[in-house]
Each structure stands twice: as structure tokens, then as C-alpha cells.
């Protein structure tokens, strides 16, 4: 079976990814408009038919934006656990209940082909998780938004064949930047976000002949940039001494519009 996995949209201006199979695809989160979605969808040549669900992390507005319209227009079913469903709806956000699909933490279930199991990580929403989704062999780990990595989500990332983890901000970028320090803070905090050193040496920690994507993934627009989590990556691993095998590819996300097709055979 061969897997296909784009990001449409990564970053605090909205989150949106695809991962299909020949068949069937799902998205996580939708994060961006969901006029933006079909867009992006049908200029990768992917039908909005054939999207079986979108699986929700939190409910923050870069992760939610398009889902109400998405639900409606498309009856597309949405999949997140009691308490995030509980933080998403609002008088001003409602969702038909025949969309609605409930799912518990850490038991898998079965998806357009996939199987998925969502996990708890920090993050300071009500509740936020990551997910990951096994095809075949094949074992893809979603984290966009957490501020430290515990043990559960550090298991879930280990097993992952391609992982799409966050490197949000510039340690240096951030403290000398405009923020307040209260907004500096809570980015820093264990229920903030990741830094690029955080994730580099995380990166590192876990290497792996199996890791044979790491895409890199809600970088700050104002605390970072592409270059300096590549260069805080590579400068890591050298200094490690972990040398990639040739096969093995490292992405940047893209704030505004789709990356490249990533296809796992």
C-alpha cells in the first residue's frame, strides 16, 4: 500500500493535513477555511469524496476554523475525544450531531483504511491530543502543539515511521522579541510550546533508521524561521554524531500552502 501525507496549512494562521491511501483519505485538523481546504485538495488532485473524516487535536481557532462549514456542507464526520468535543462547541459553534464521533484516549479505531489512536500530550487547551495512524507497516505520529513531551506521547513518537512534530519558535527570537512577558512565558511553560533545541535534541534522543520522514511543523511567524530550525537540527545532530542514511528526509511546513507530497511506499 502506498501512503500519501501533505500539509496544507501549518502554523498559528491555521493547521490542516492530509494523509491517503489509493483509496481513501483523512484529514487533522482543519485549521483553515473550508474553502481553503477543497482549494488546496483539489490542486493536489484529491476529491473532497474522497476524504472519509477529519480527526480534531484541540480546540483552538488554528486547528478548528474550517470545521463547522466542513461538517455541514460536505457531512463530513469529525472525530475527537468527550472533553475536546465539550471545549469545541459553543453557542456560536455548533456541529450536526450525525458528524459528531466521539473516540476514547488510547484505543484504536478504524478510519478509511487506518487505524488511529489518539493520545494525550500538554498543551493549554481543555484537552489536546496527537494522533497516530498505522497503515500496512507504516506508522505516521502527529504532535502540532505541546509543550513538553511526556512518556505517553514520547512512546507514540519512538514508533513512528514519519513523524510531524512542532519546532515552534527561536529560543533567542522569542525572549528578545515584542511579546509581553506573560505570552513569552506561557510559550515556554510545559503547556506552551516546543523550542528547536527542545525538539532537536528530543530528535536526536530517538534517532532511528526507521524515522524516514521528520517534518518539522507550526513554526512561530514571528519567533522563527525555517532556517534557524534547520540549523538548530543539523547543528544537533553533528553534534551527536547522528549521520542521515540518504533515505531519510526532513521537511519544513509551510505556513500558507501545501508542501510537497510526501509518498511512503
Wanted: proline share 3%; with cysteine; aromatic share 8%.
Amino acid at each position: 500500500m502506498s501512503l500519501n501525507f501533505c500539509s496544507l496549512s501549518s502554523g498559528s494562521s491555521g493547521n490542516c493535513y492530509y494523509l491517503g491511501n489509493e483509496f481513501h483519505g483523512i484529514l487533522i485538523d482543519a485549521g483553515i477555511s473550508a474553502t481553503a481546504i477543497r482549494k488546496f485538495l483539489k490542486s493536489l488532485g484529491i476529491s473532497m469524496q474522497t476524504i472519509m473524516g477529519v480527526l480534531i487535536t484541540h480546540n483552538h481557532t488554528d486547528h478548528t476554523r474550517g470545521l463547522e462549514l466542513l461538517t455541514r456542507k460536505n457531512s463530513l464526520p469529525a472525530f475527537t475525544s468527550p472533553n475536546i468535543w465539550k471545549s469545541i462547541l459553543s453557542p456560536r459553534i455548533t456541529i450536526a450531531s450525525d458528524c459528531m464521533r466521539e473516540i476514547p484516549l488510547q484505543q484504536k479505531f478504524h478510519l478509511a483504511g487506518f487505524e488511529i489512536e489518539a493520545f494525550p500530550v500538554s498543551h493549554d487547551a481543555p484537552e489536546t491530543v496527537g494522533y497516530h495512524i498505522c497503515a500496512g507497516d507504516q506508522k505516521i505520529t502527529i504532535v502540532t502543539d505541546l509543550g513538553h513531551i511526556c512518556q505517553t506521547a514520547a512512546h507514540y513518537i519512538k514508533a513512528a515511521n514519519l513523524l510531524v512534530i512542532e519546532s515552534n519558535y527561536d529560543e533567542q527570537m522569542l525572549m528578545n522579541g515584542a511579546y509581553p512577558h506573560f505570552l513569552k512565558a506561557r510559550i515556554r511553560s510545559d503547556n506552551g510550546h516546543l523550542g528547536n533545541h527542545q525538539t532537536s535534541s528530543f530528535l536526536a534522543d530517538i534517532f532511528s533508521d526507521n524515522l524516514s520522514h521528520i517534518c518539522l511543523a507550526h513554526l512561530s511567524k514571528n519567533n522563527n524561521t525555517p532556517e534557524l530550525v534547520l540549523q538548530t537540527l543539523e547543528q544537533t545532530f553533528l553534534e551527536r554524531g547522528i549521520i542521515l542514511n540518504g533515505q531519510q528526509k526532513i521537511s519544513i511546513l509551510n505556513r500558507y500552502e501545501p508542501t510537497e507530497m510526501i509518498r511512503i511506499l
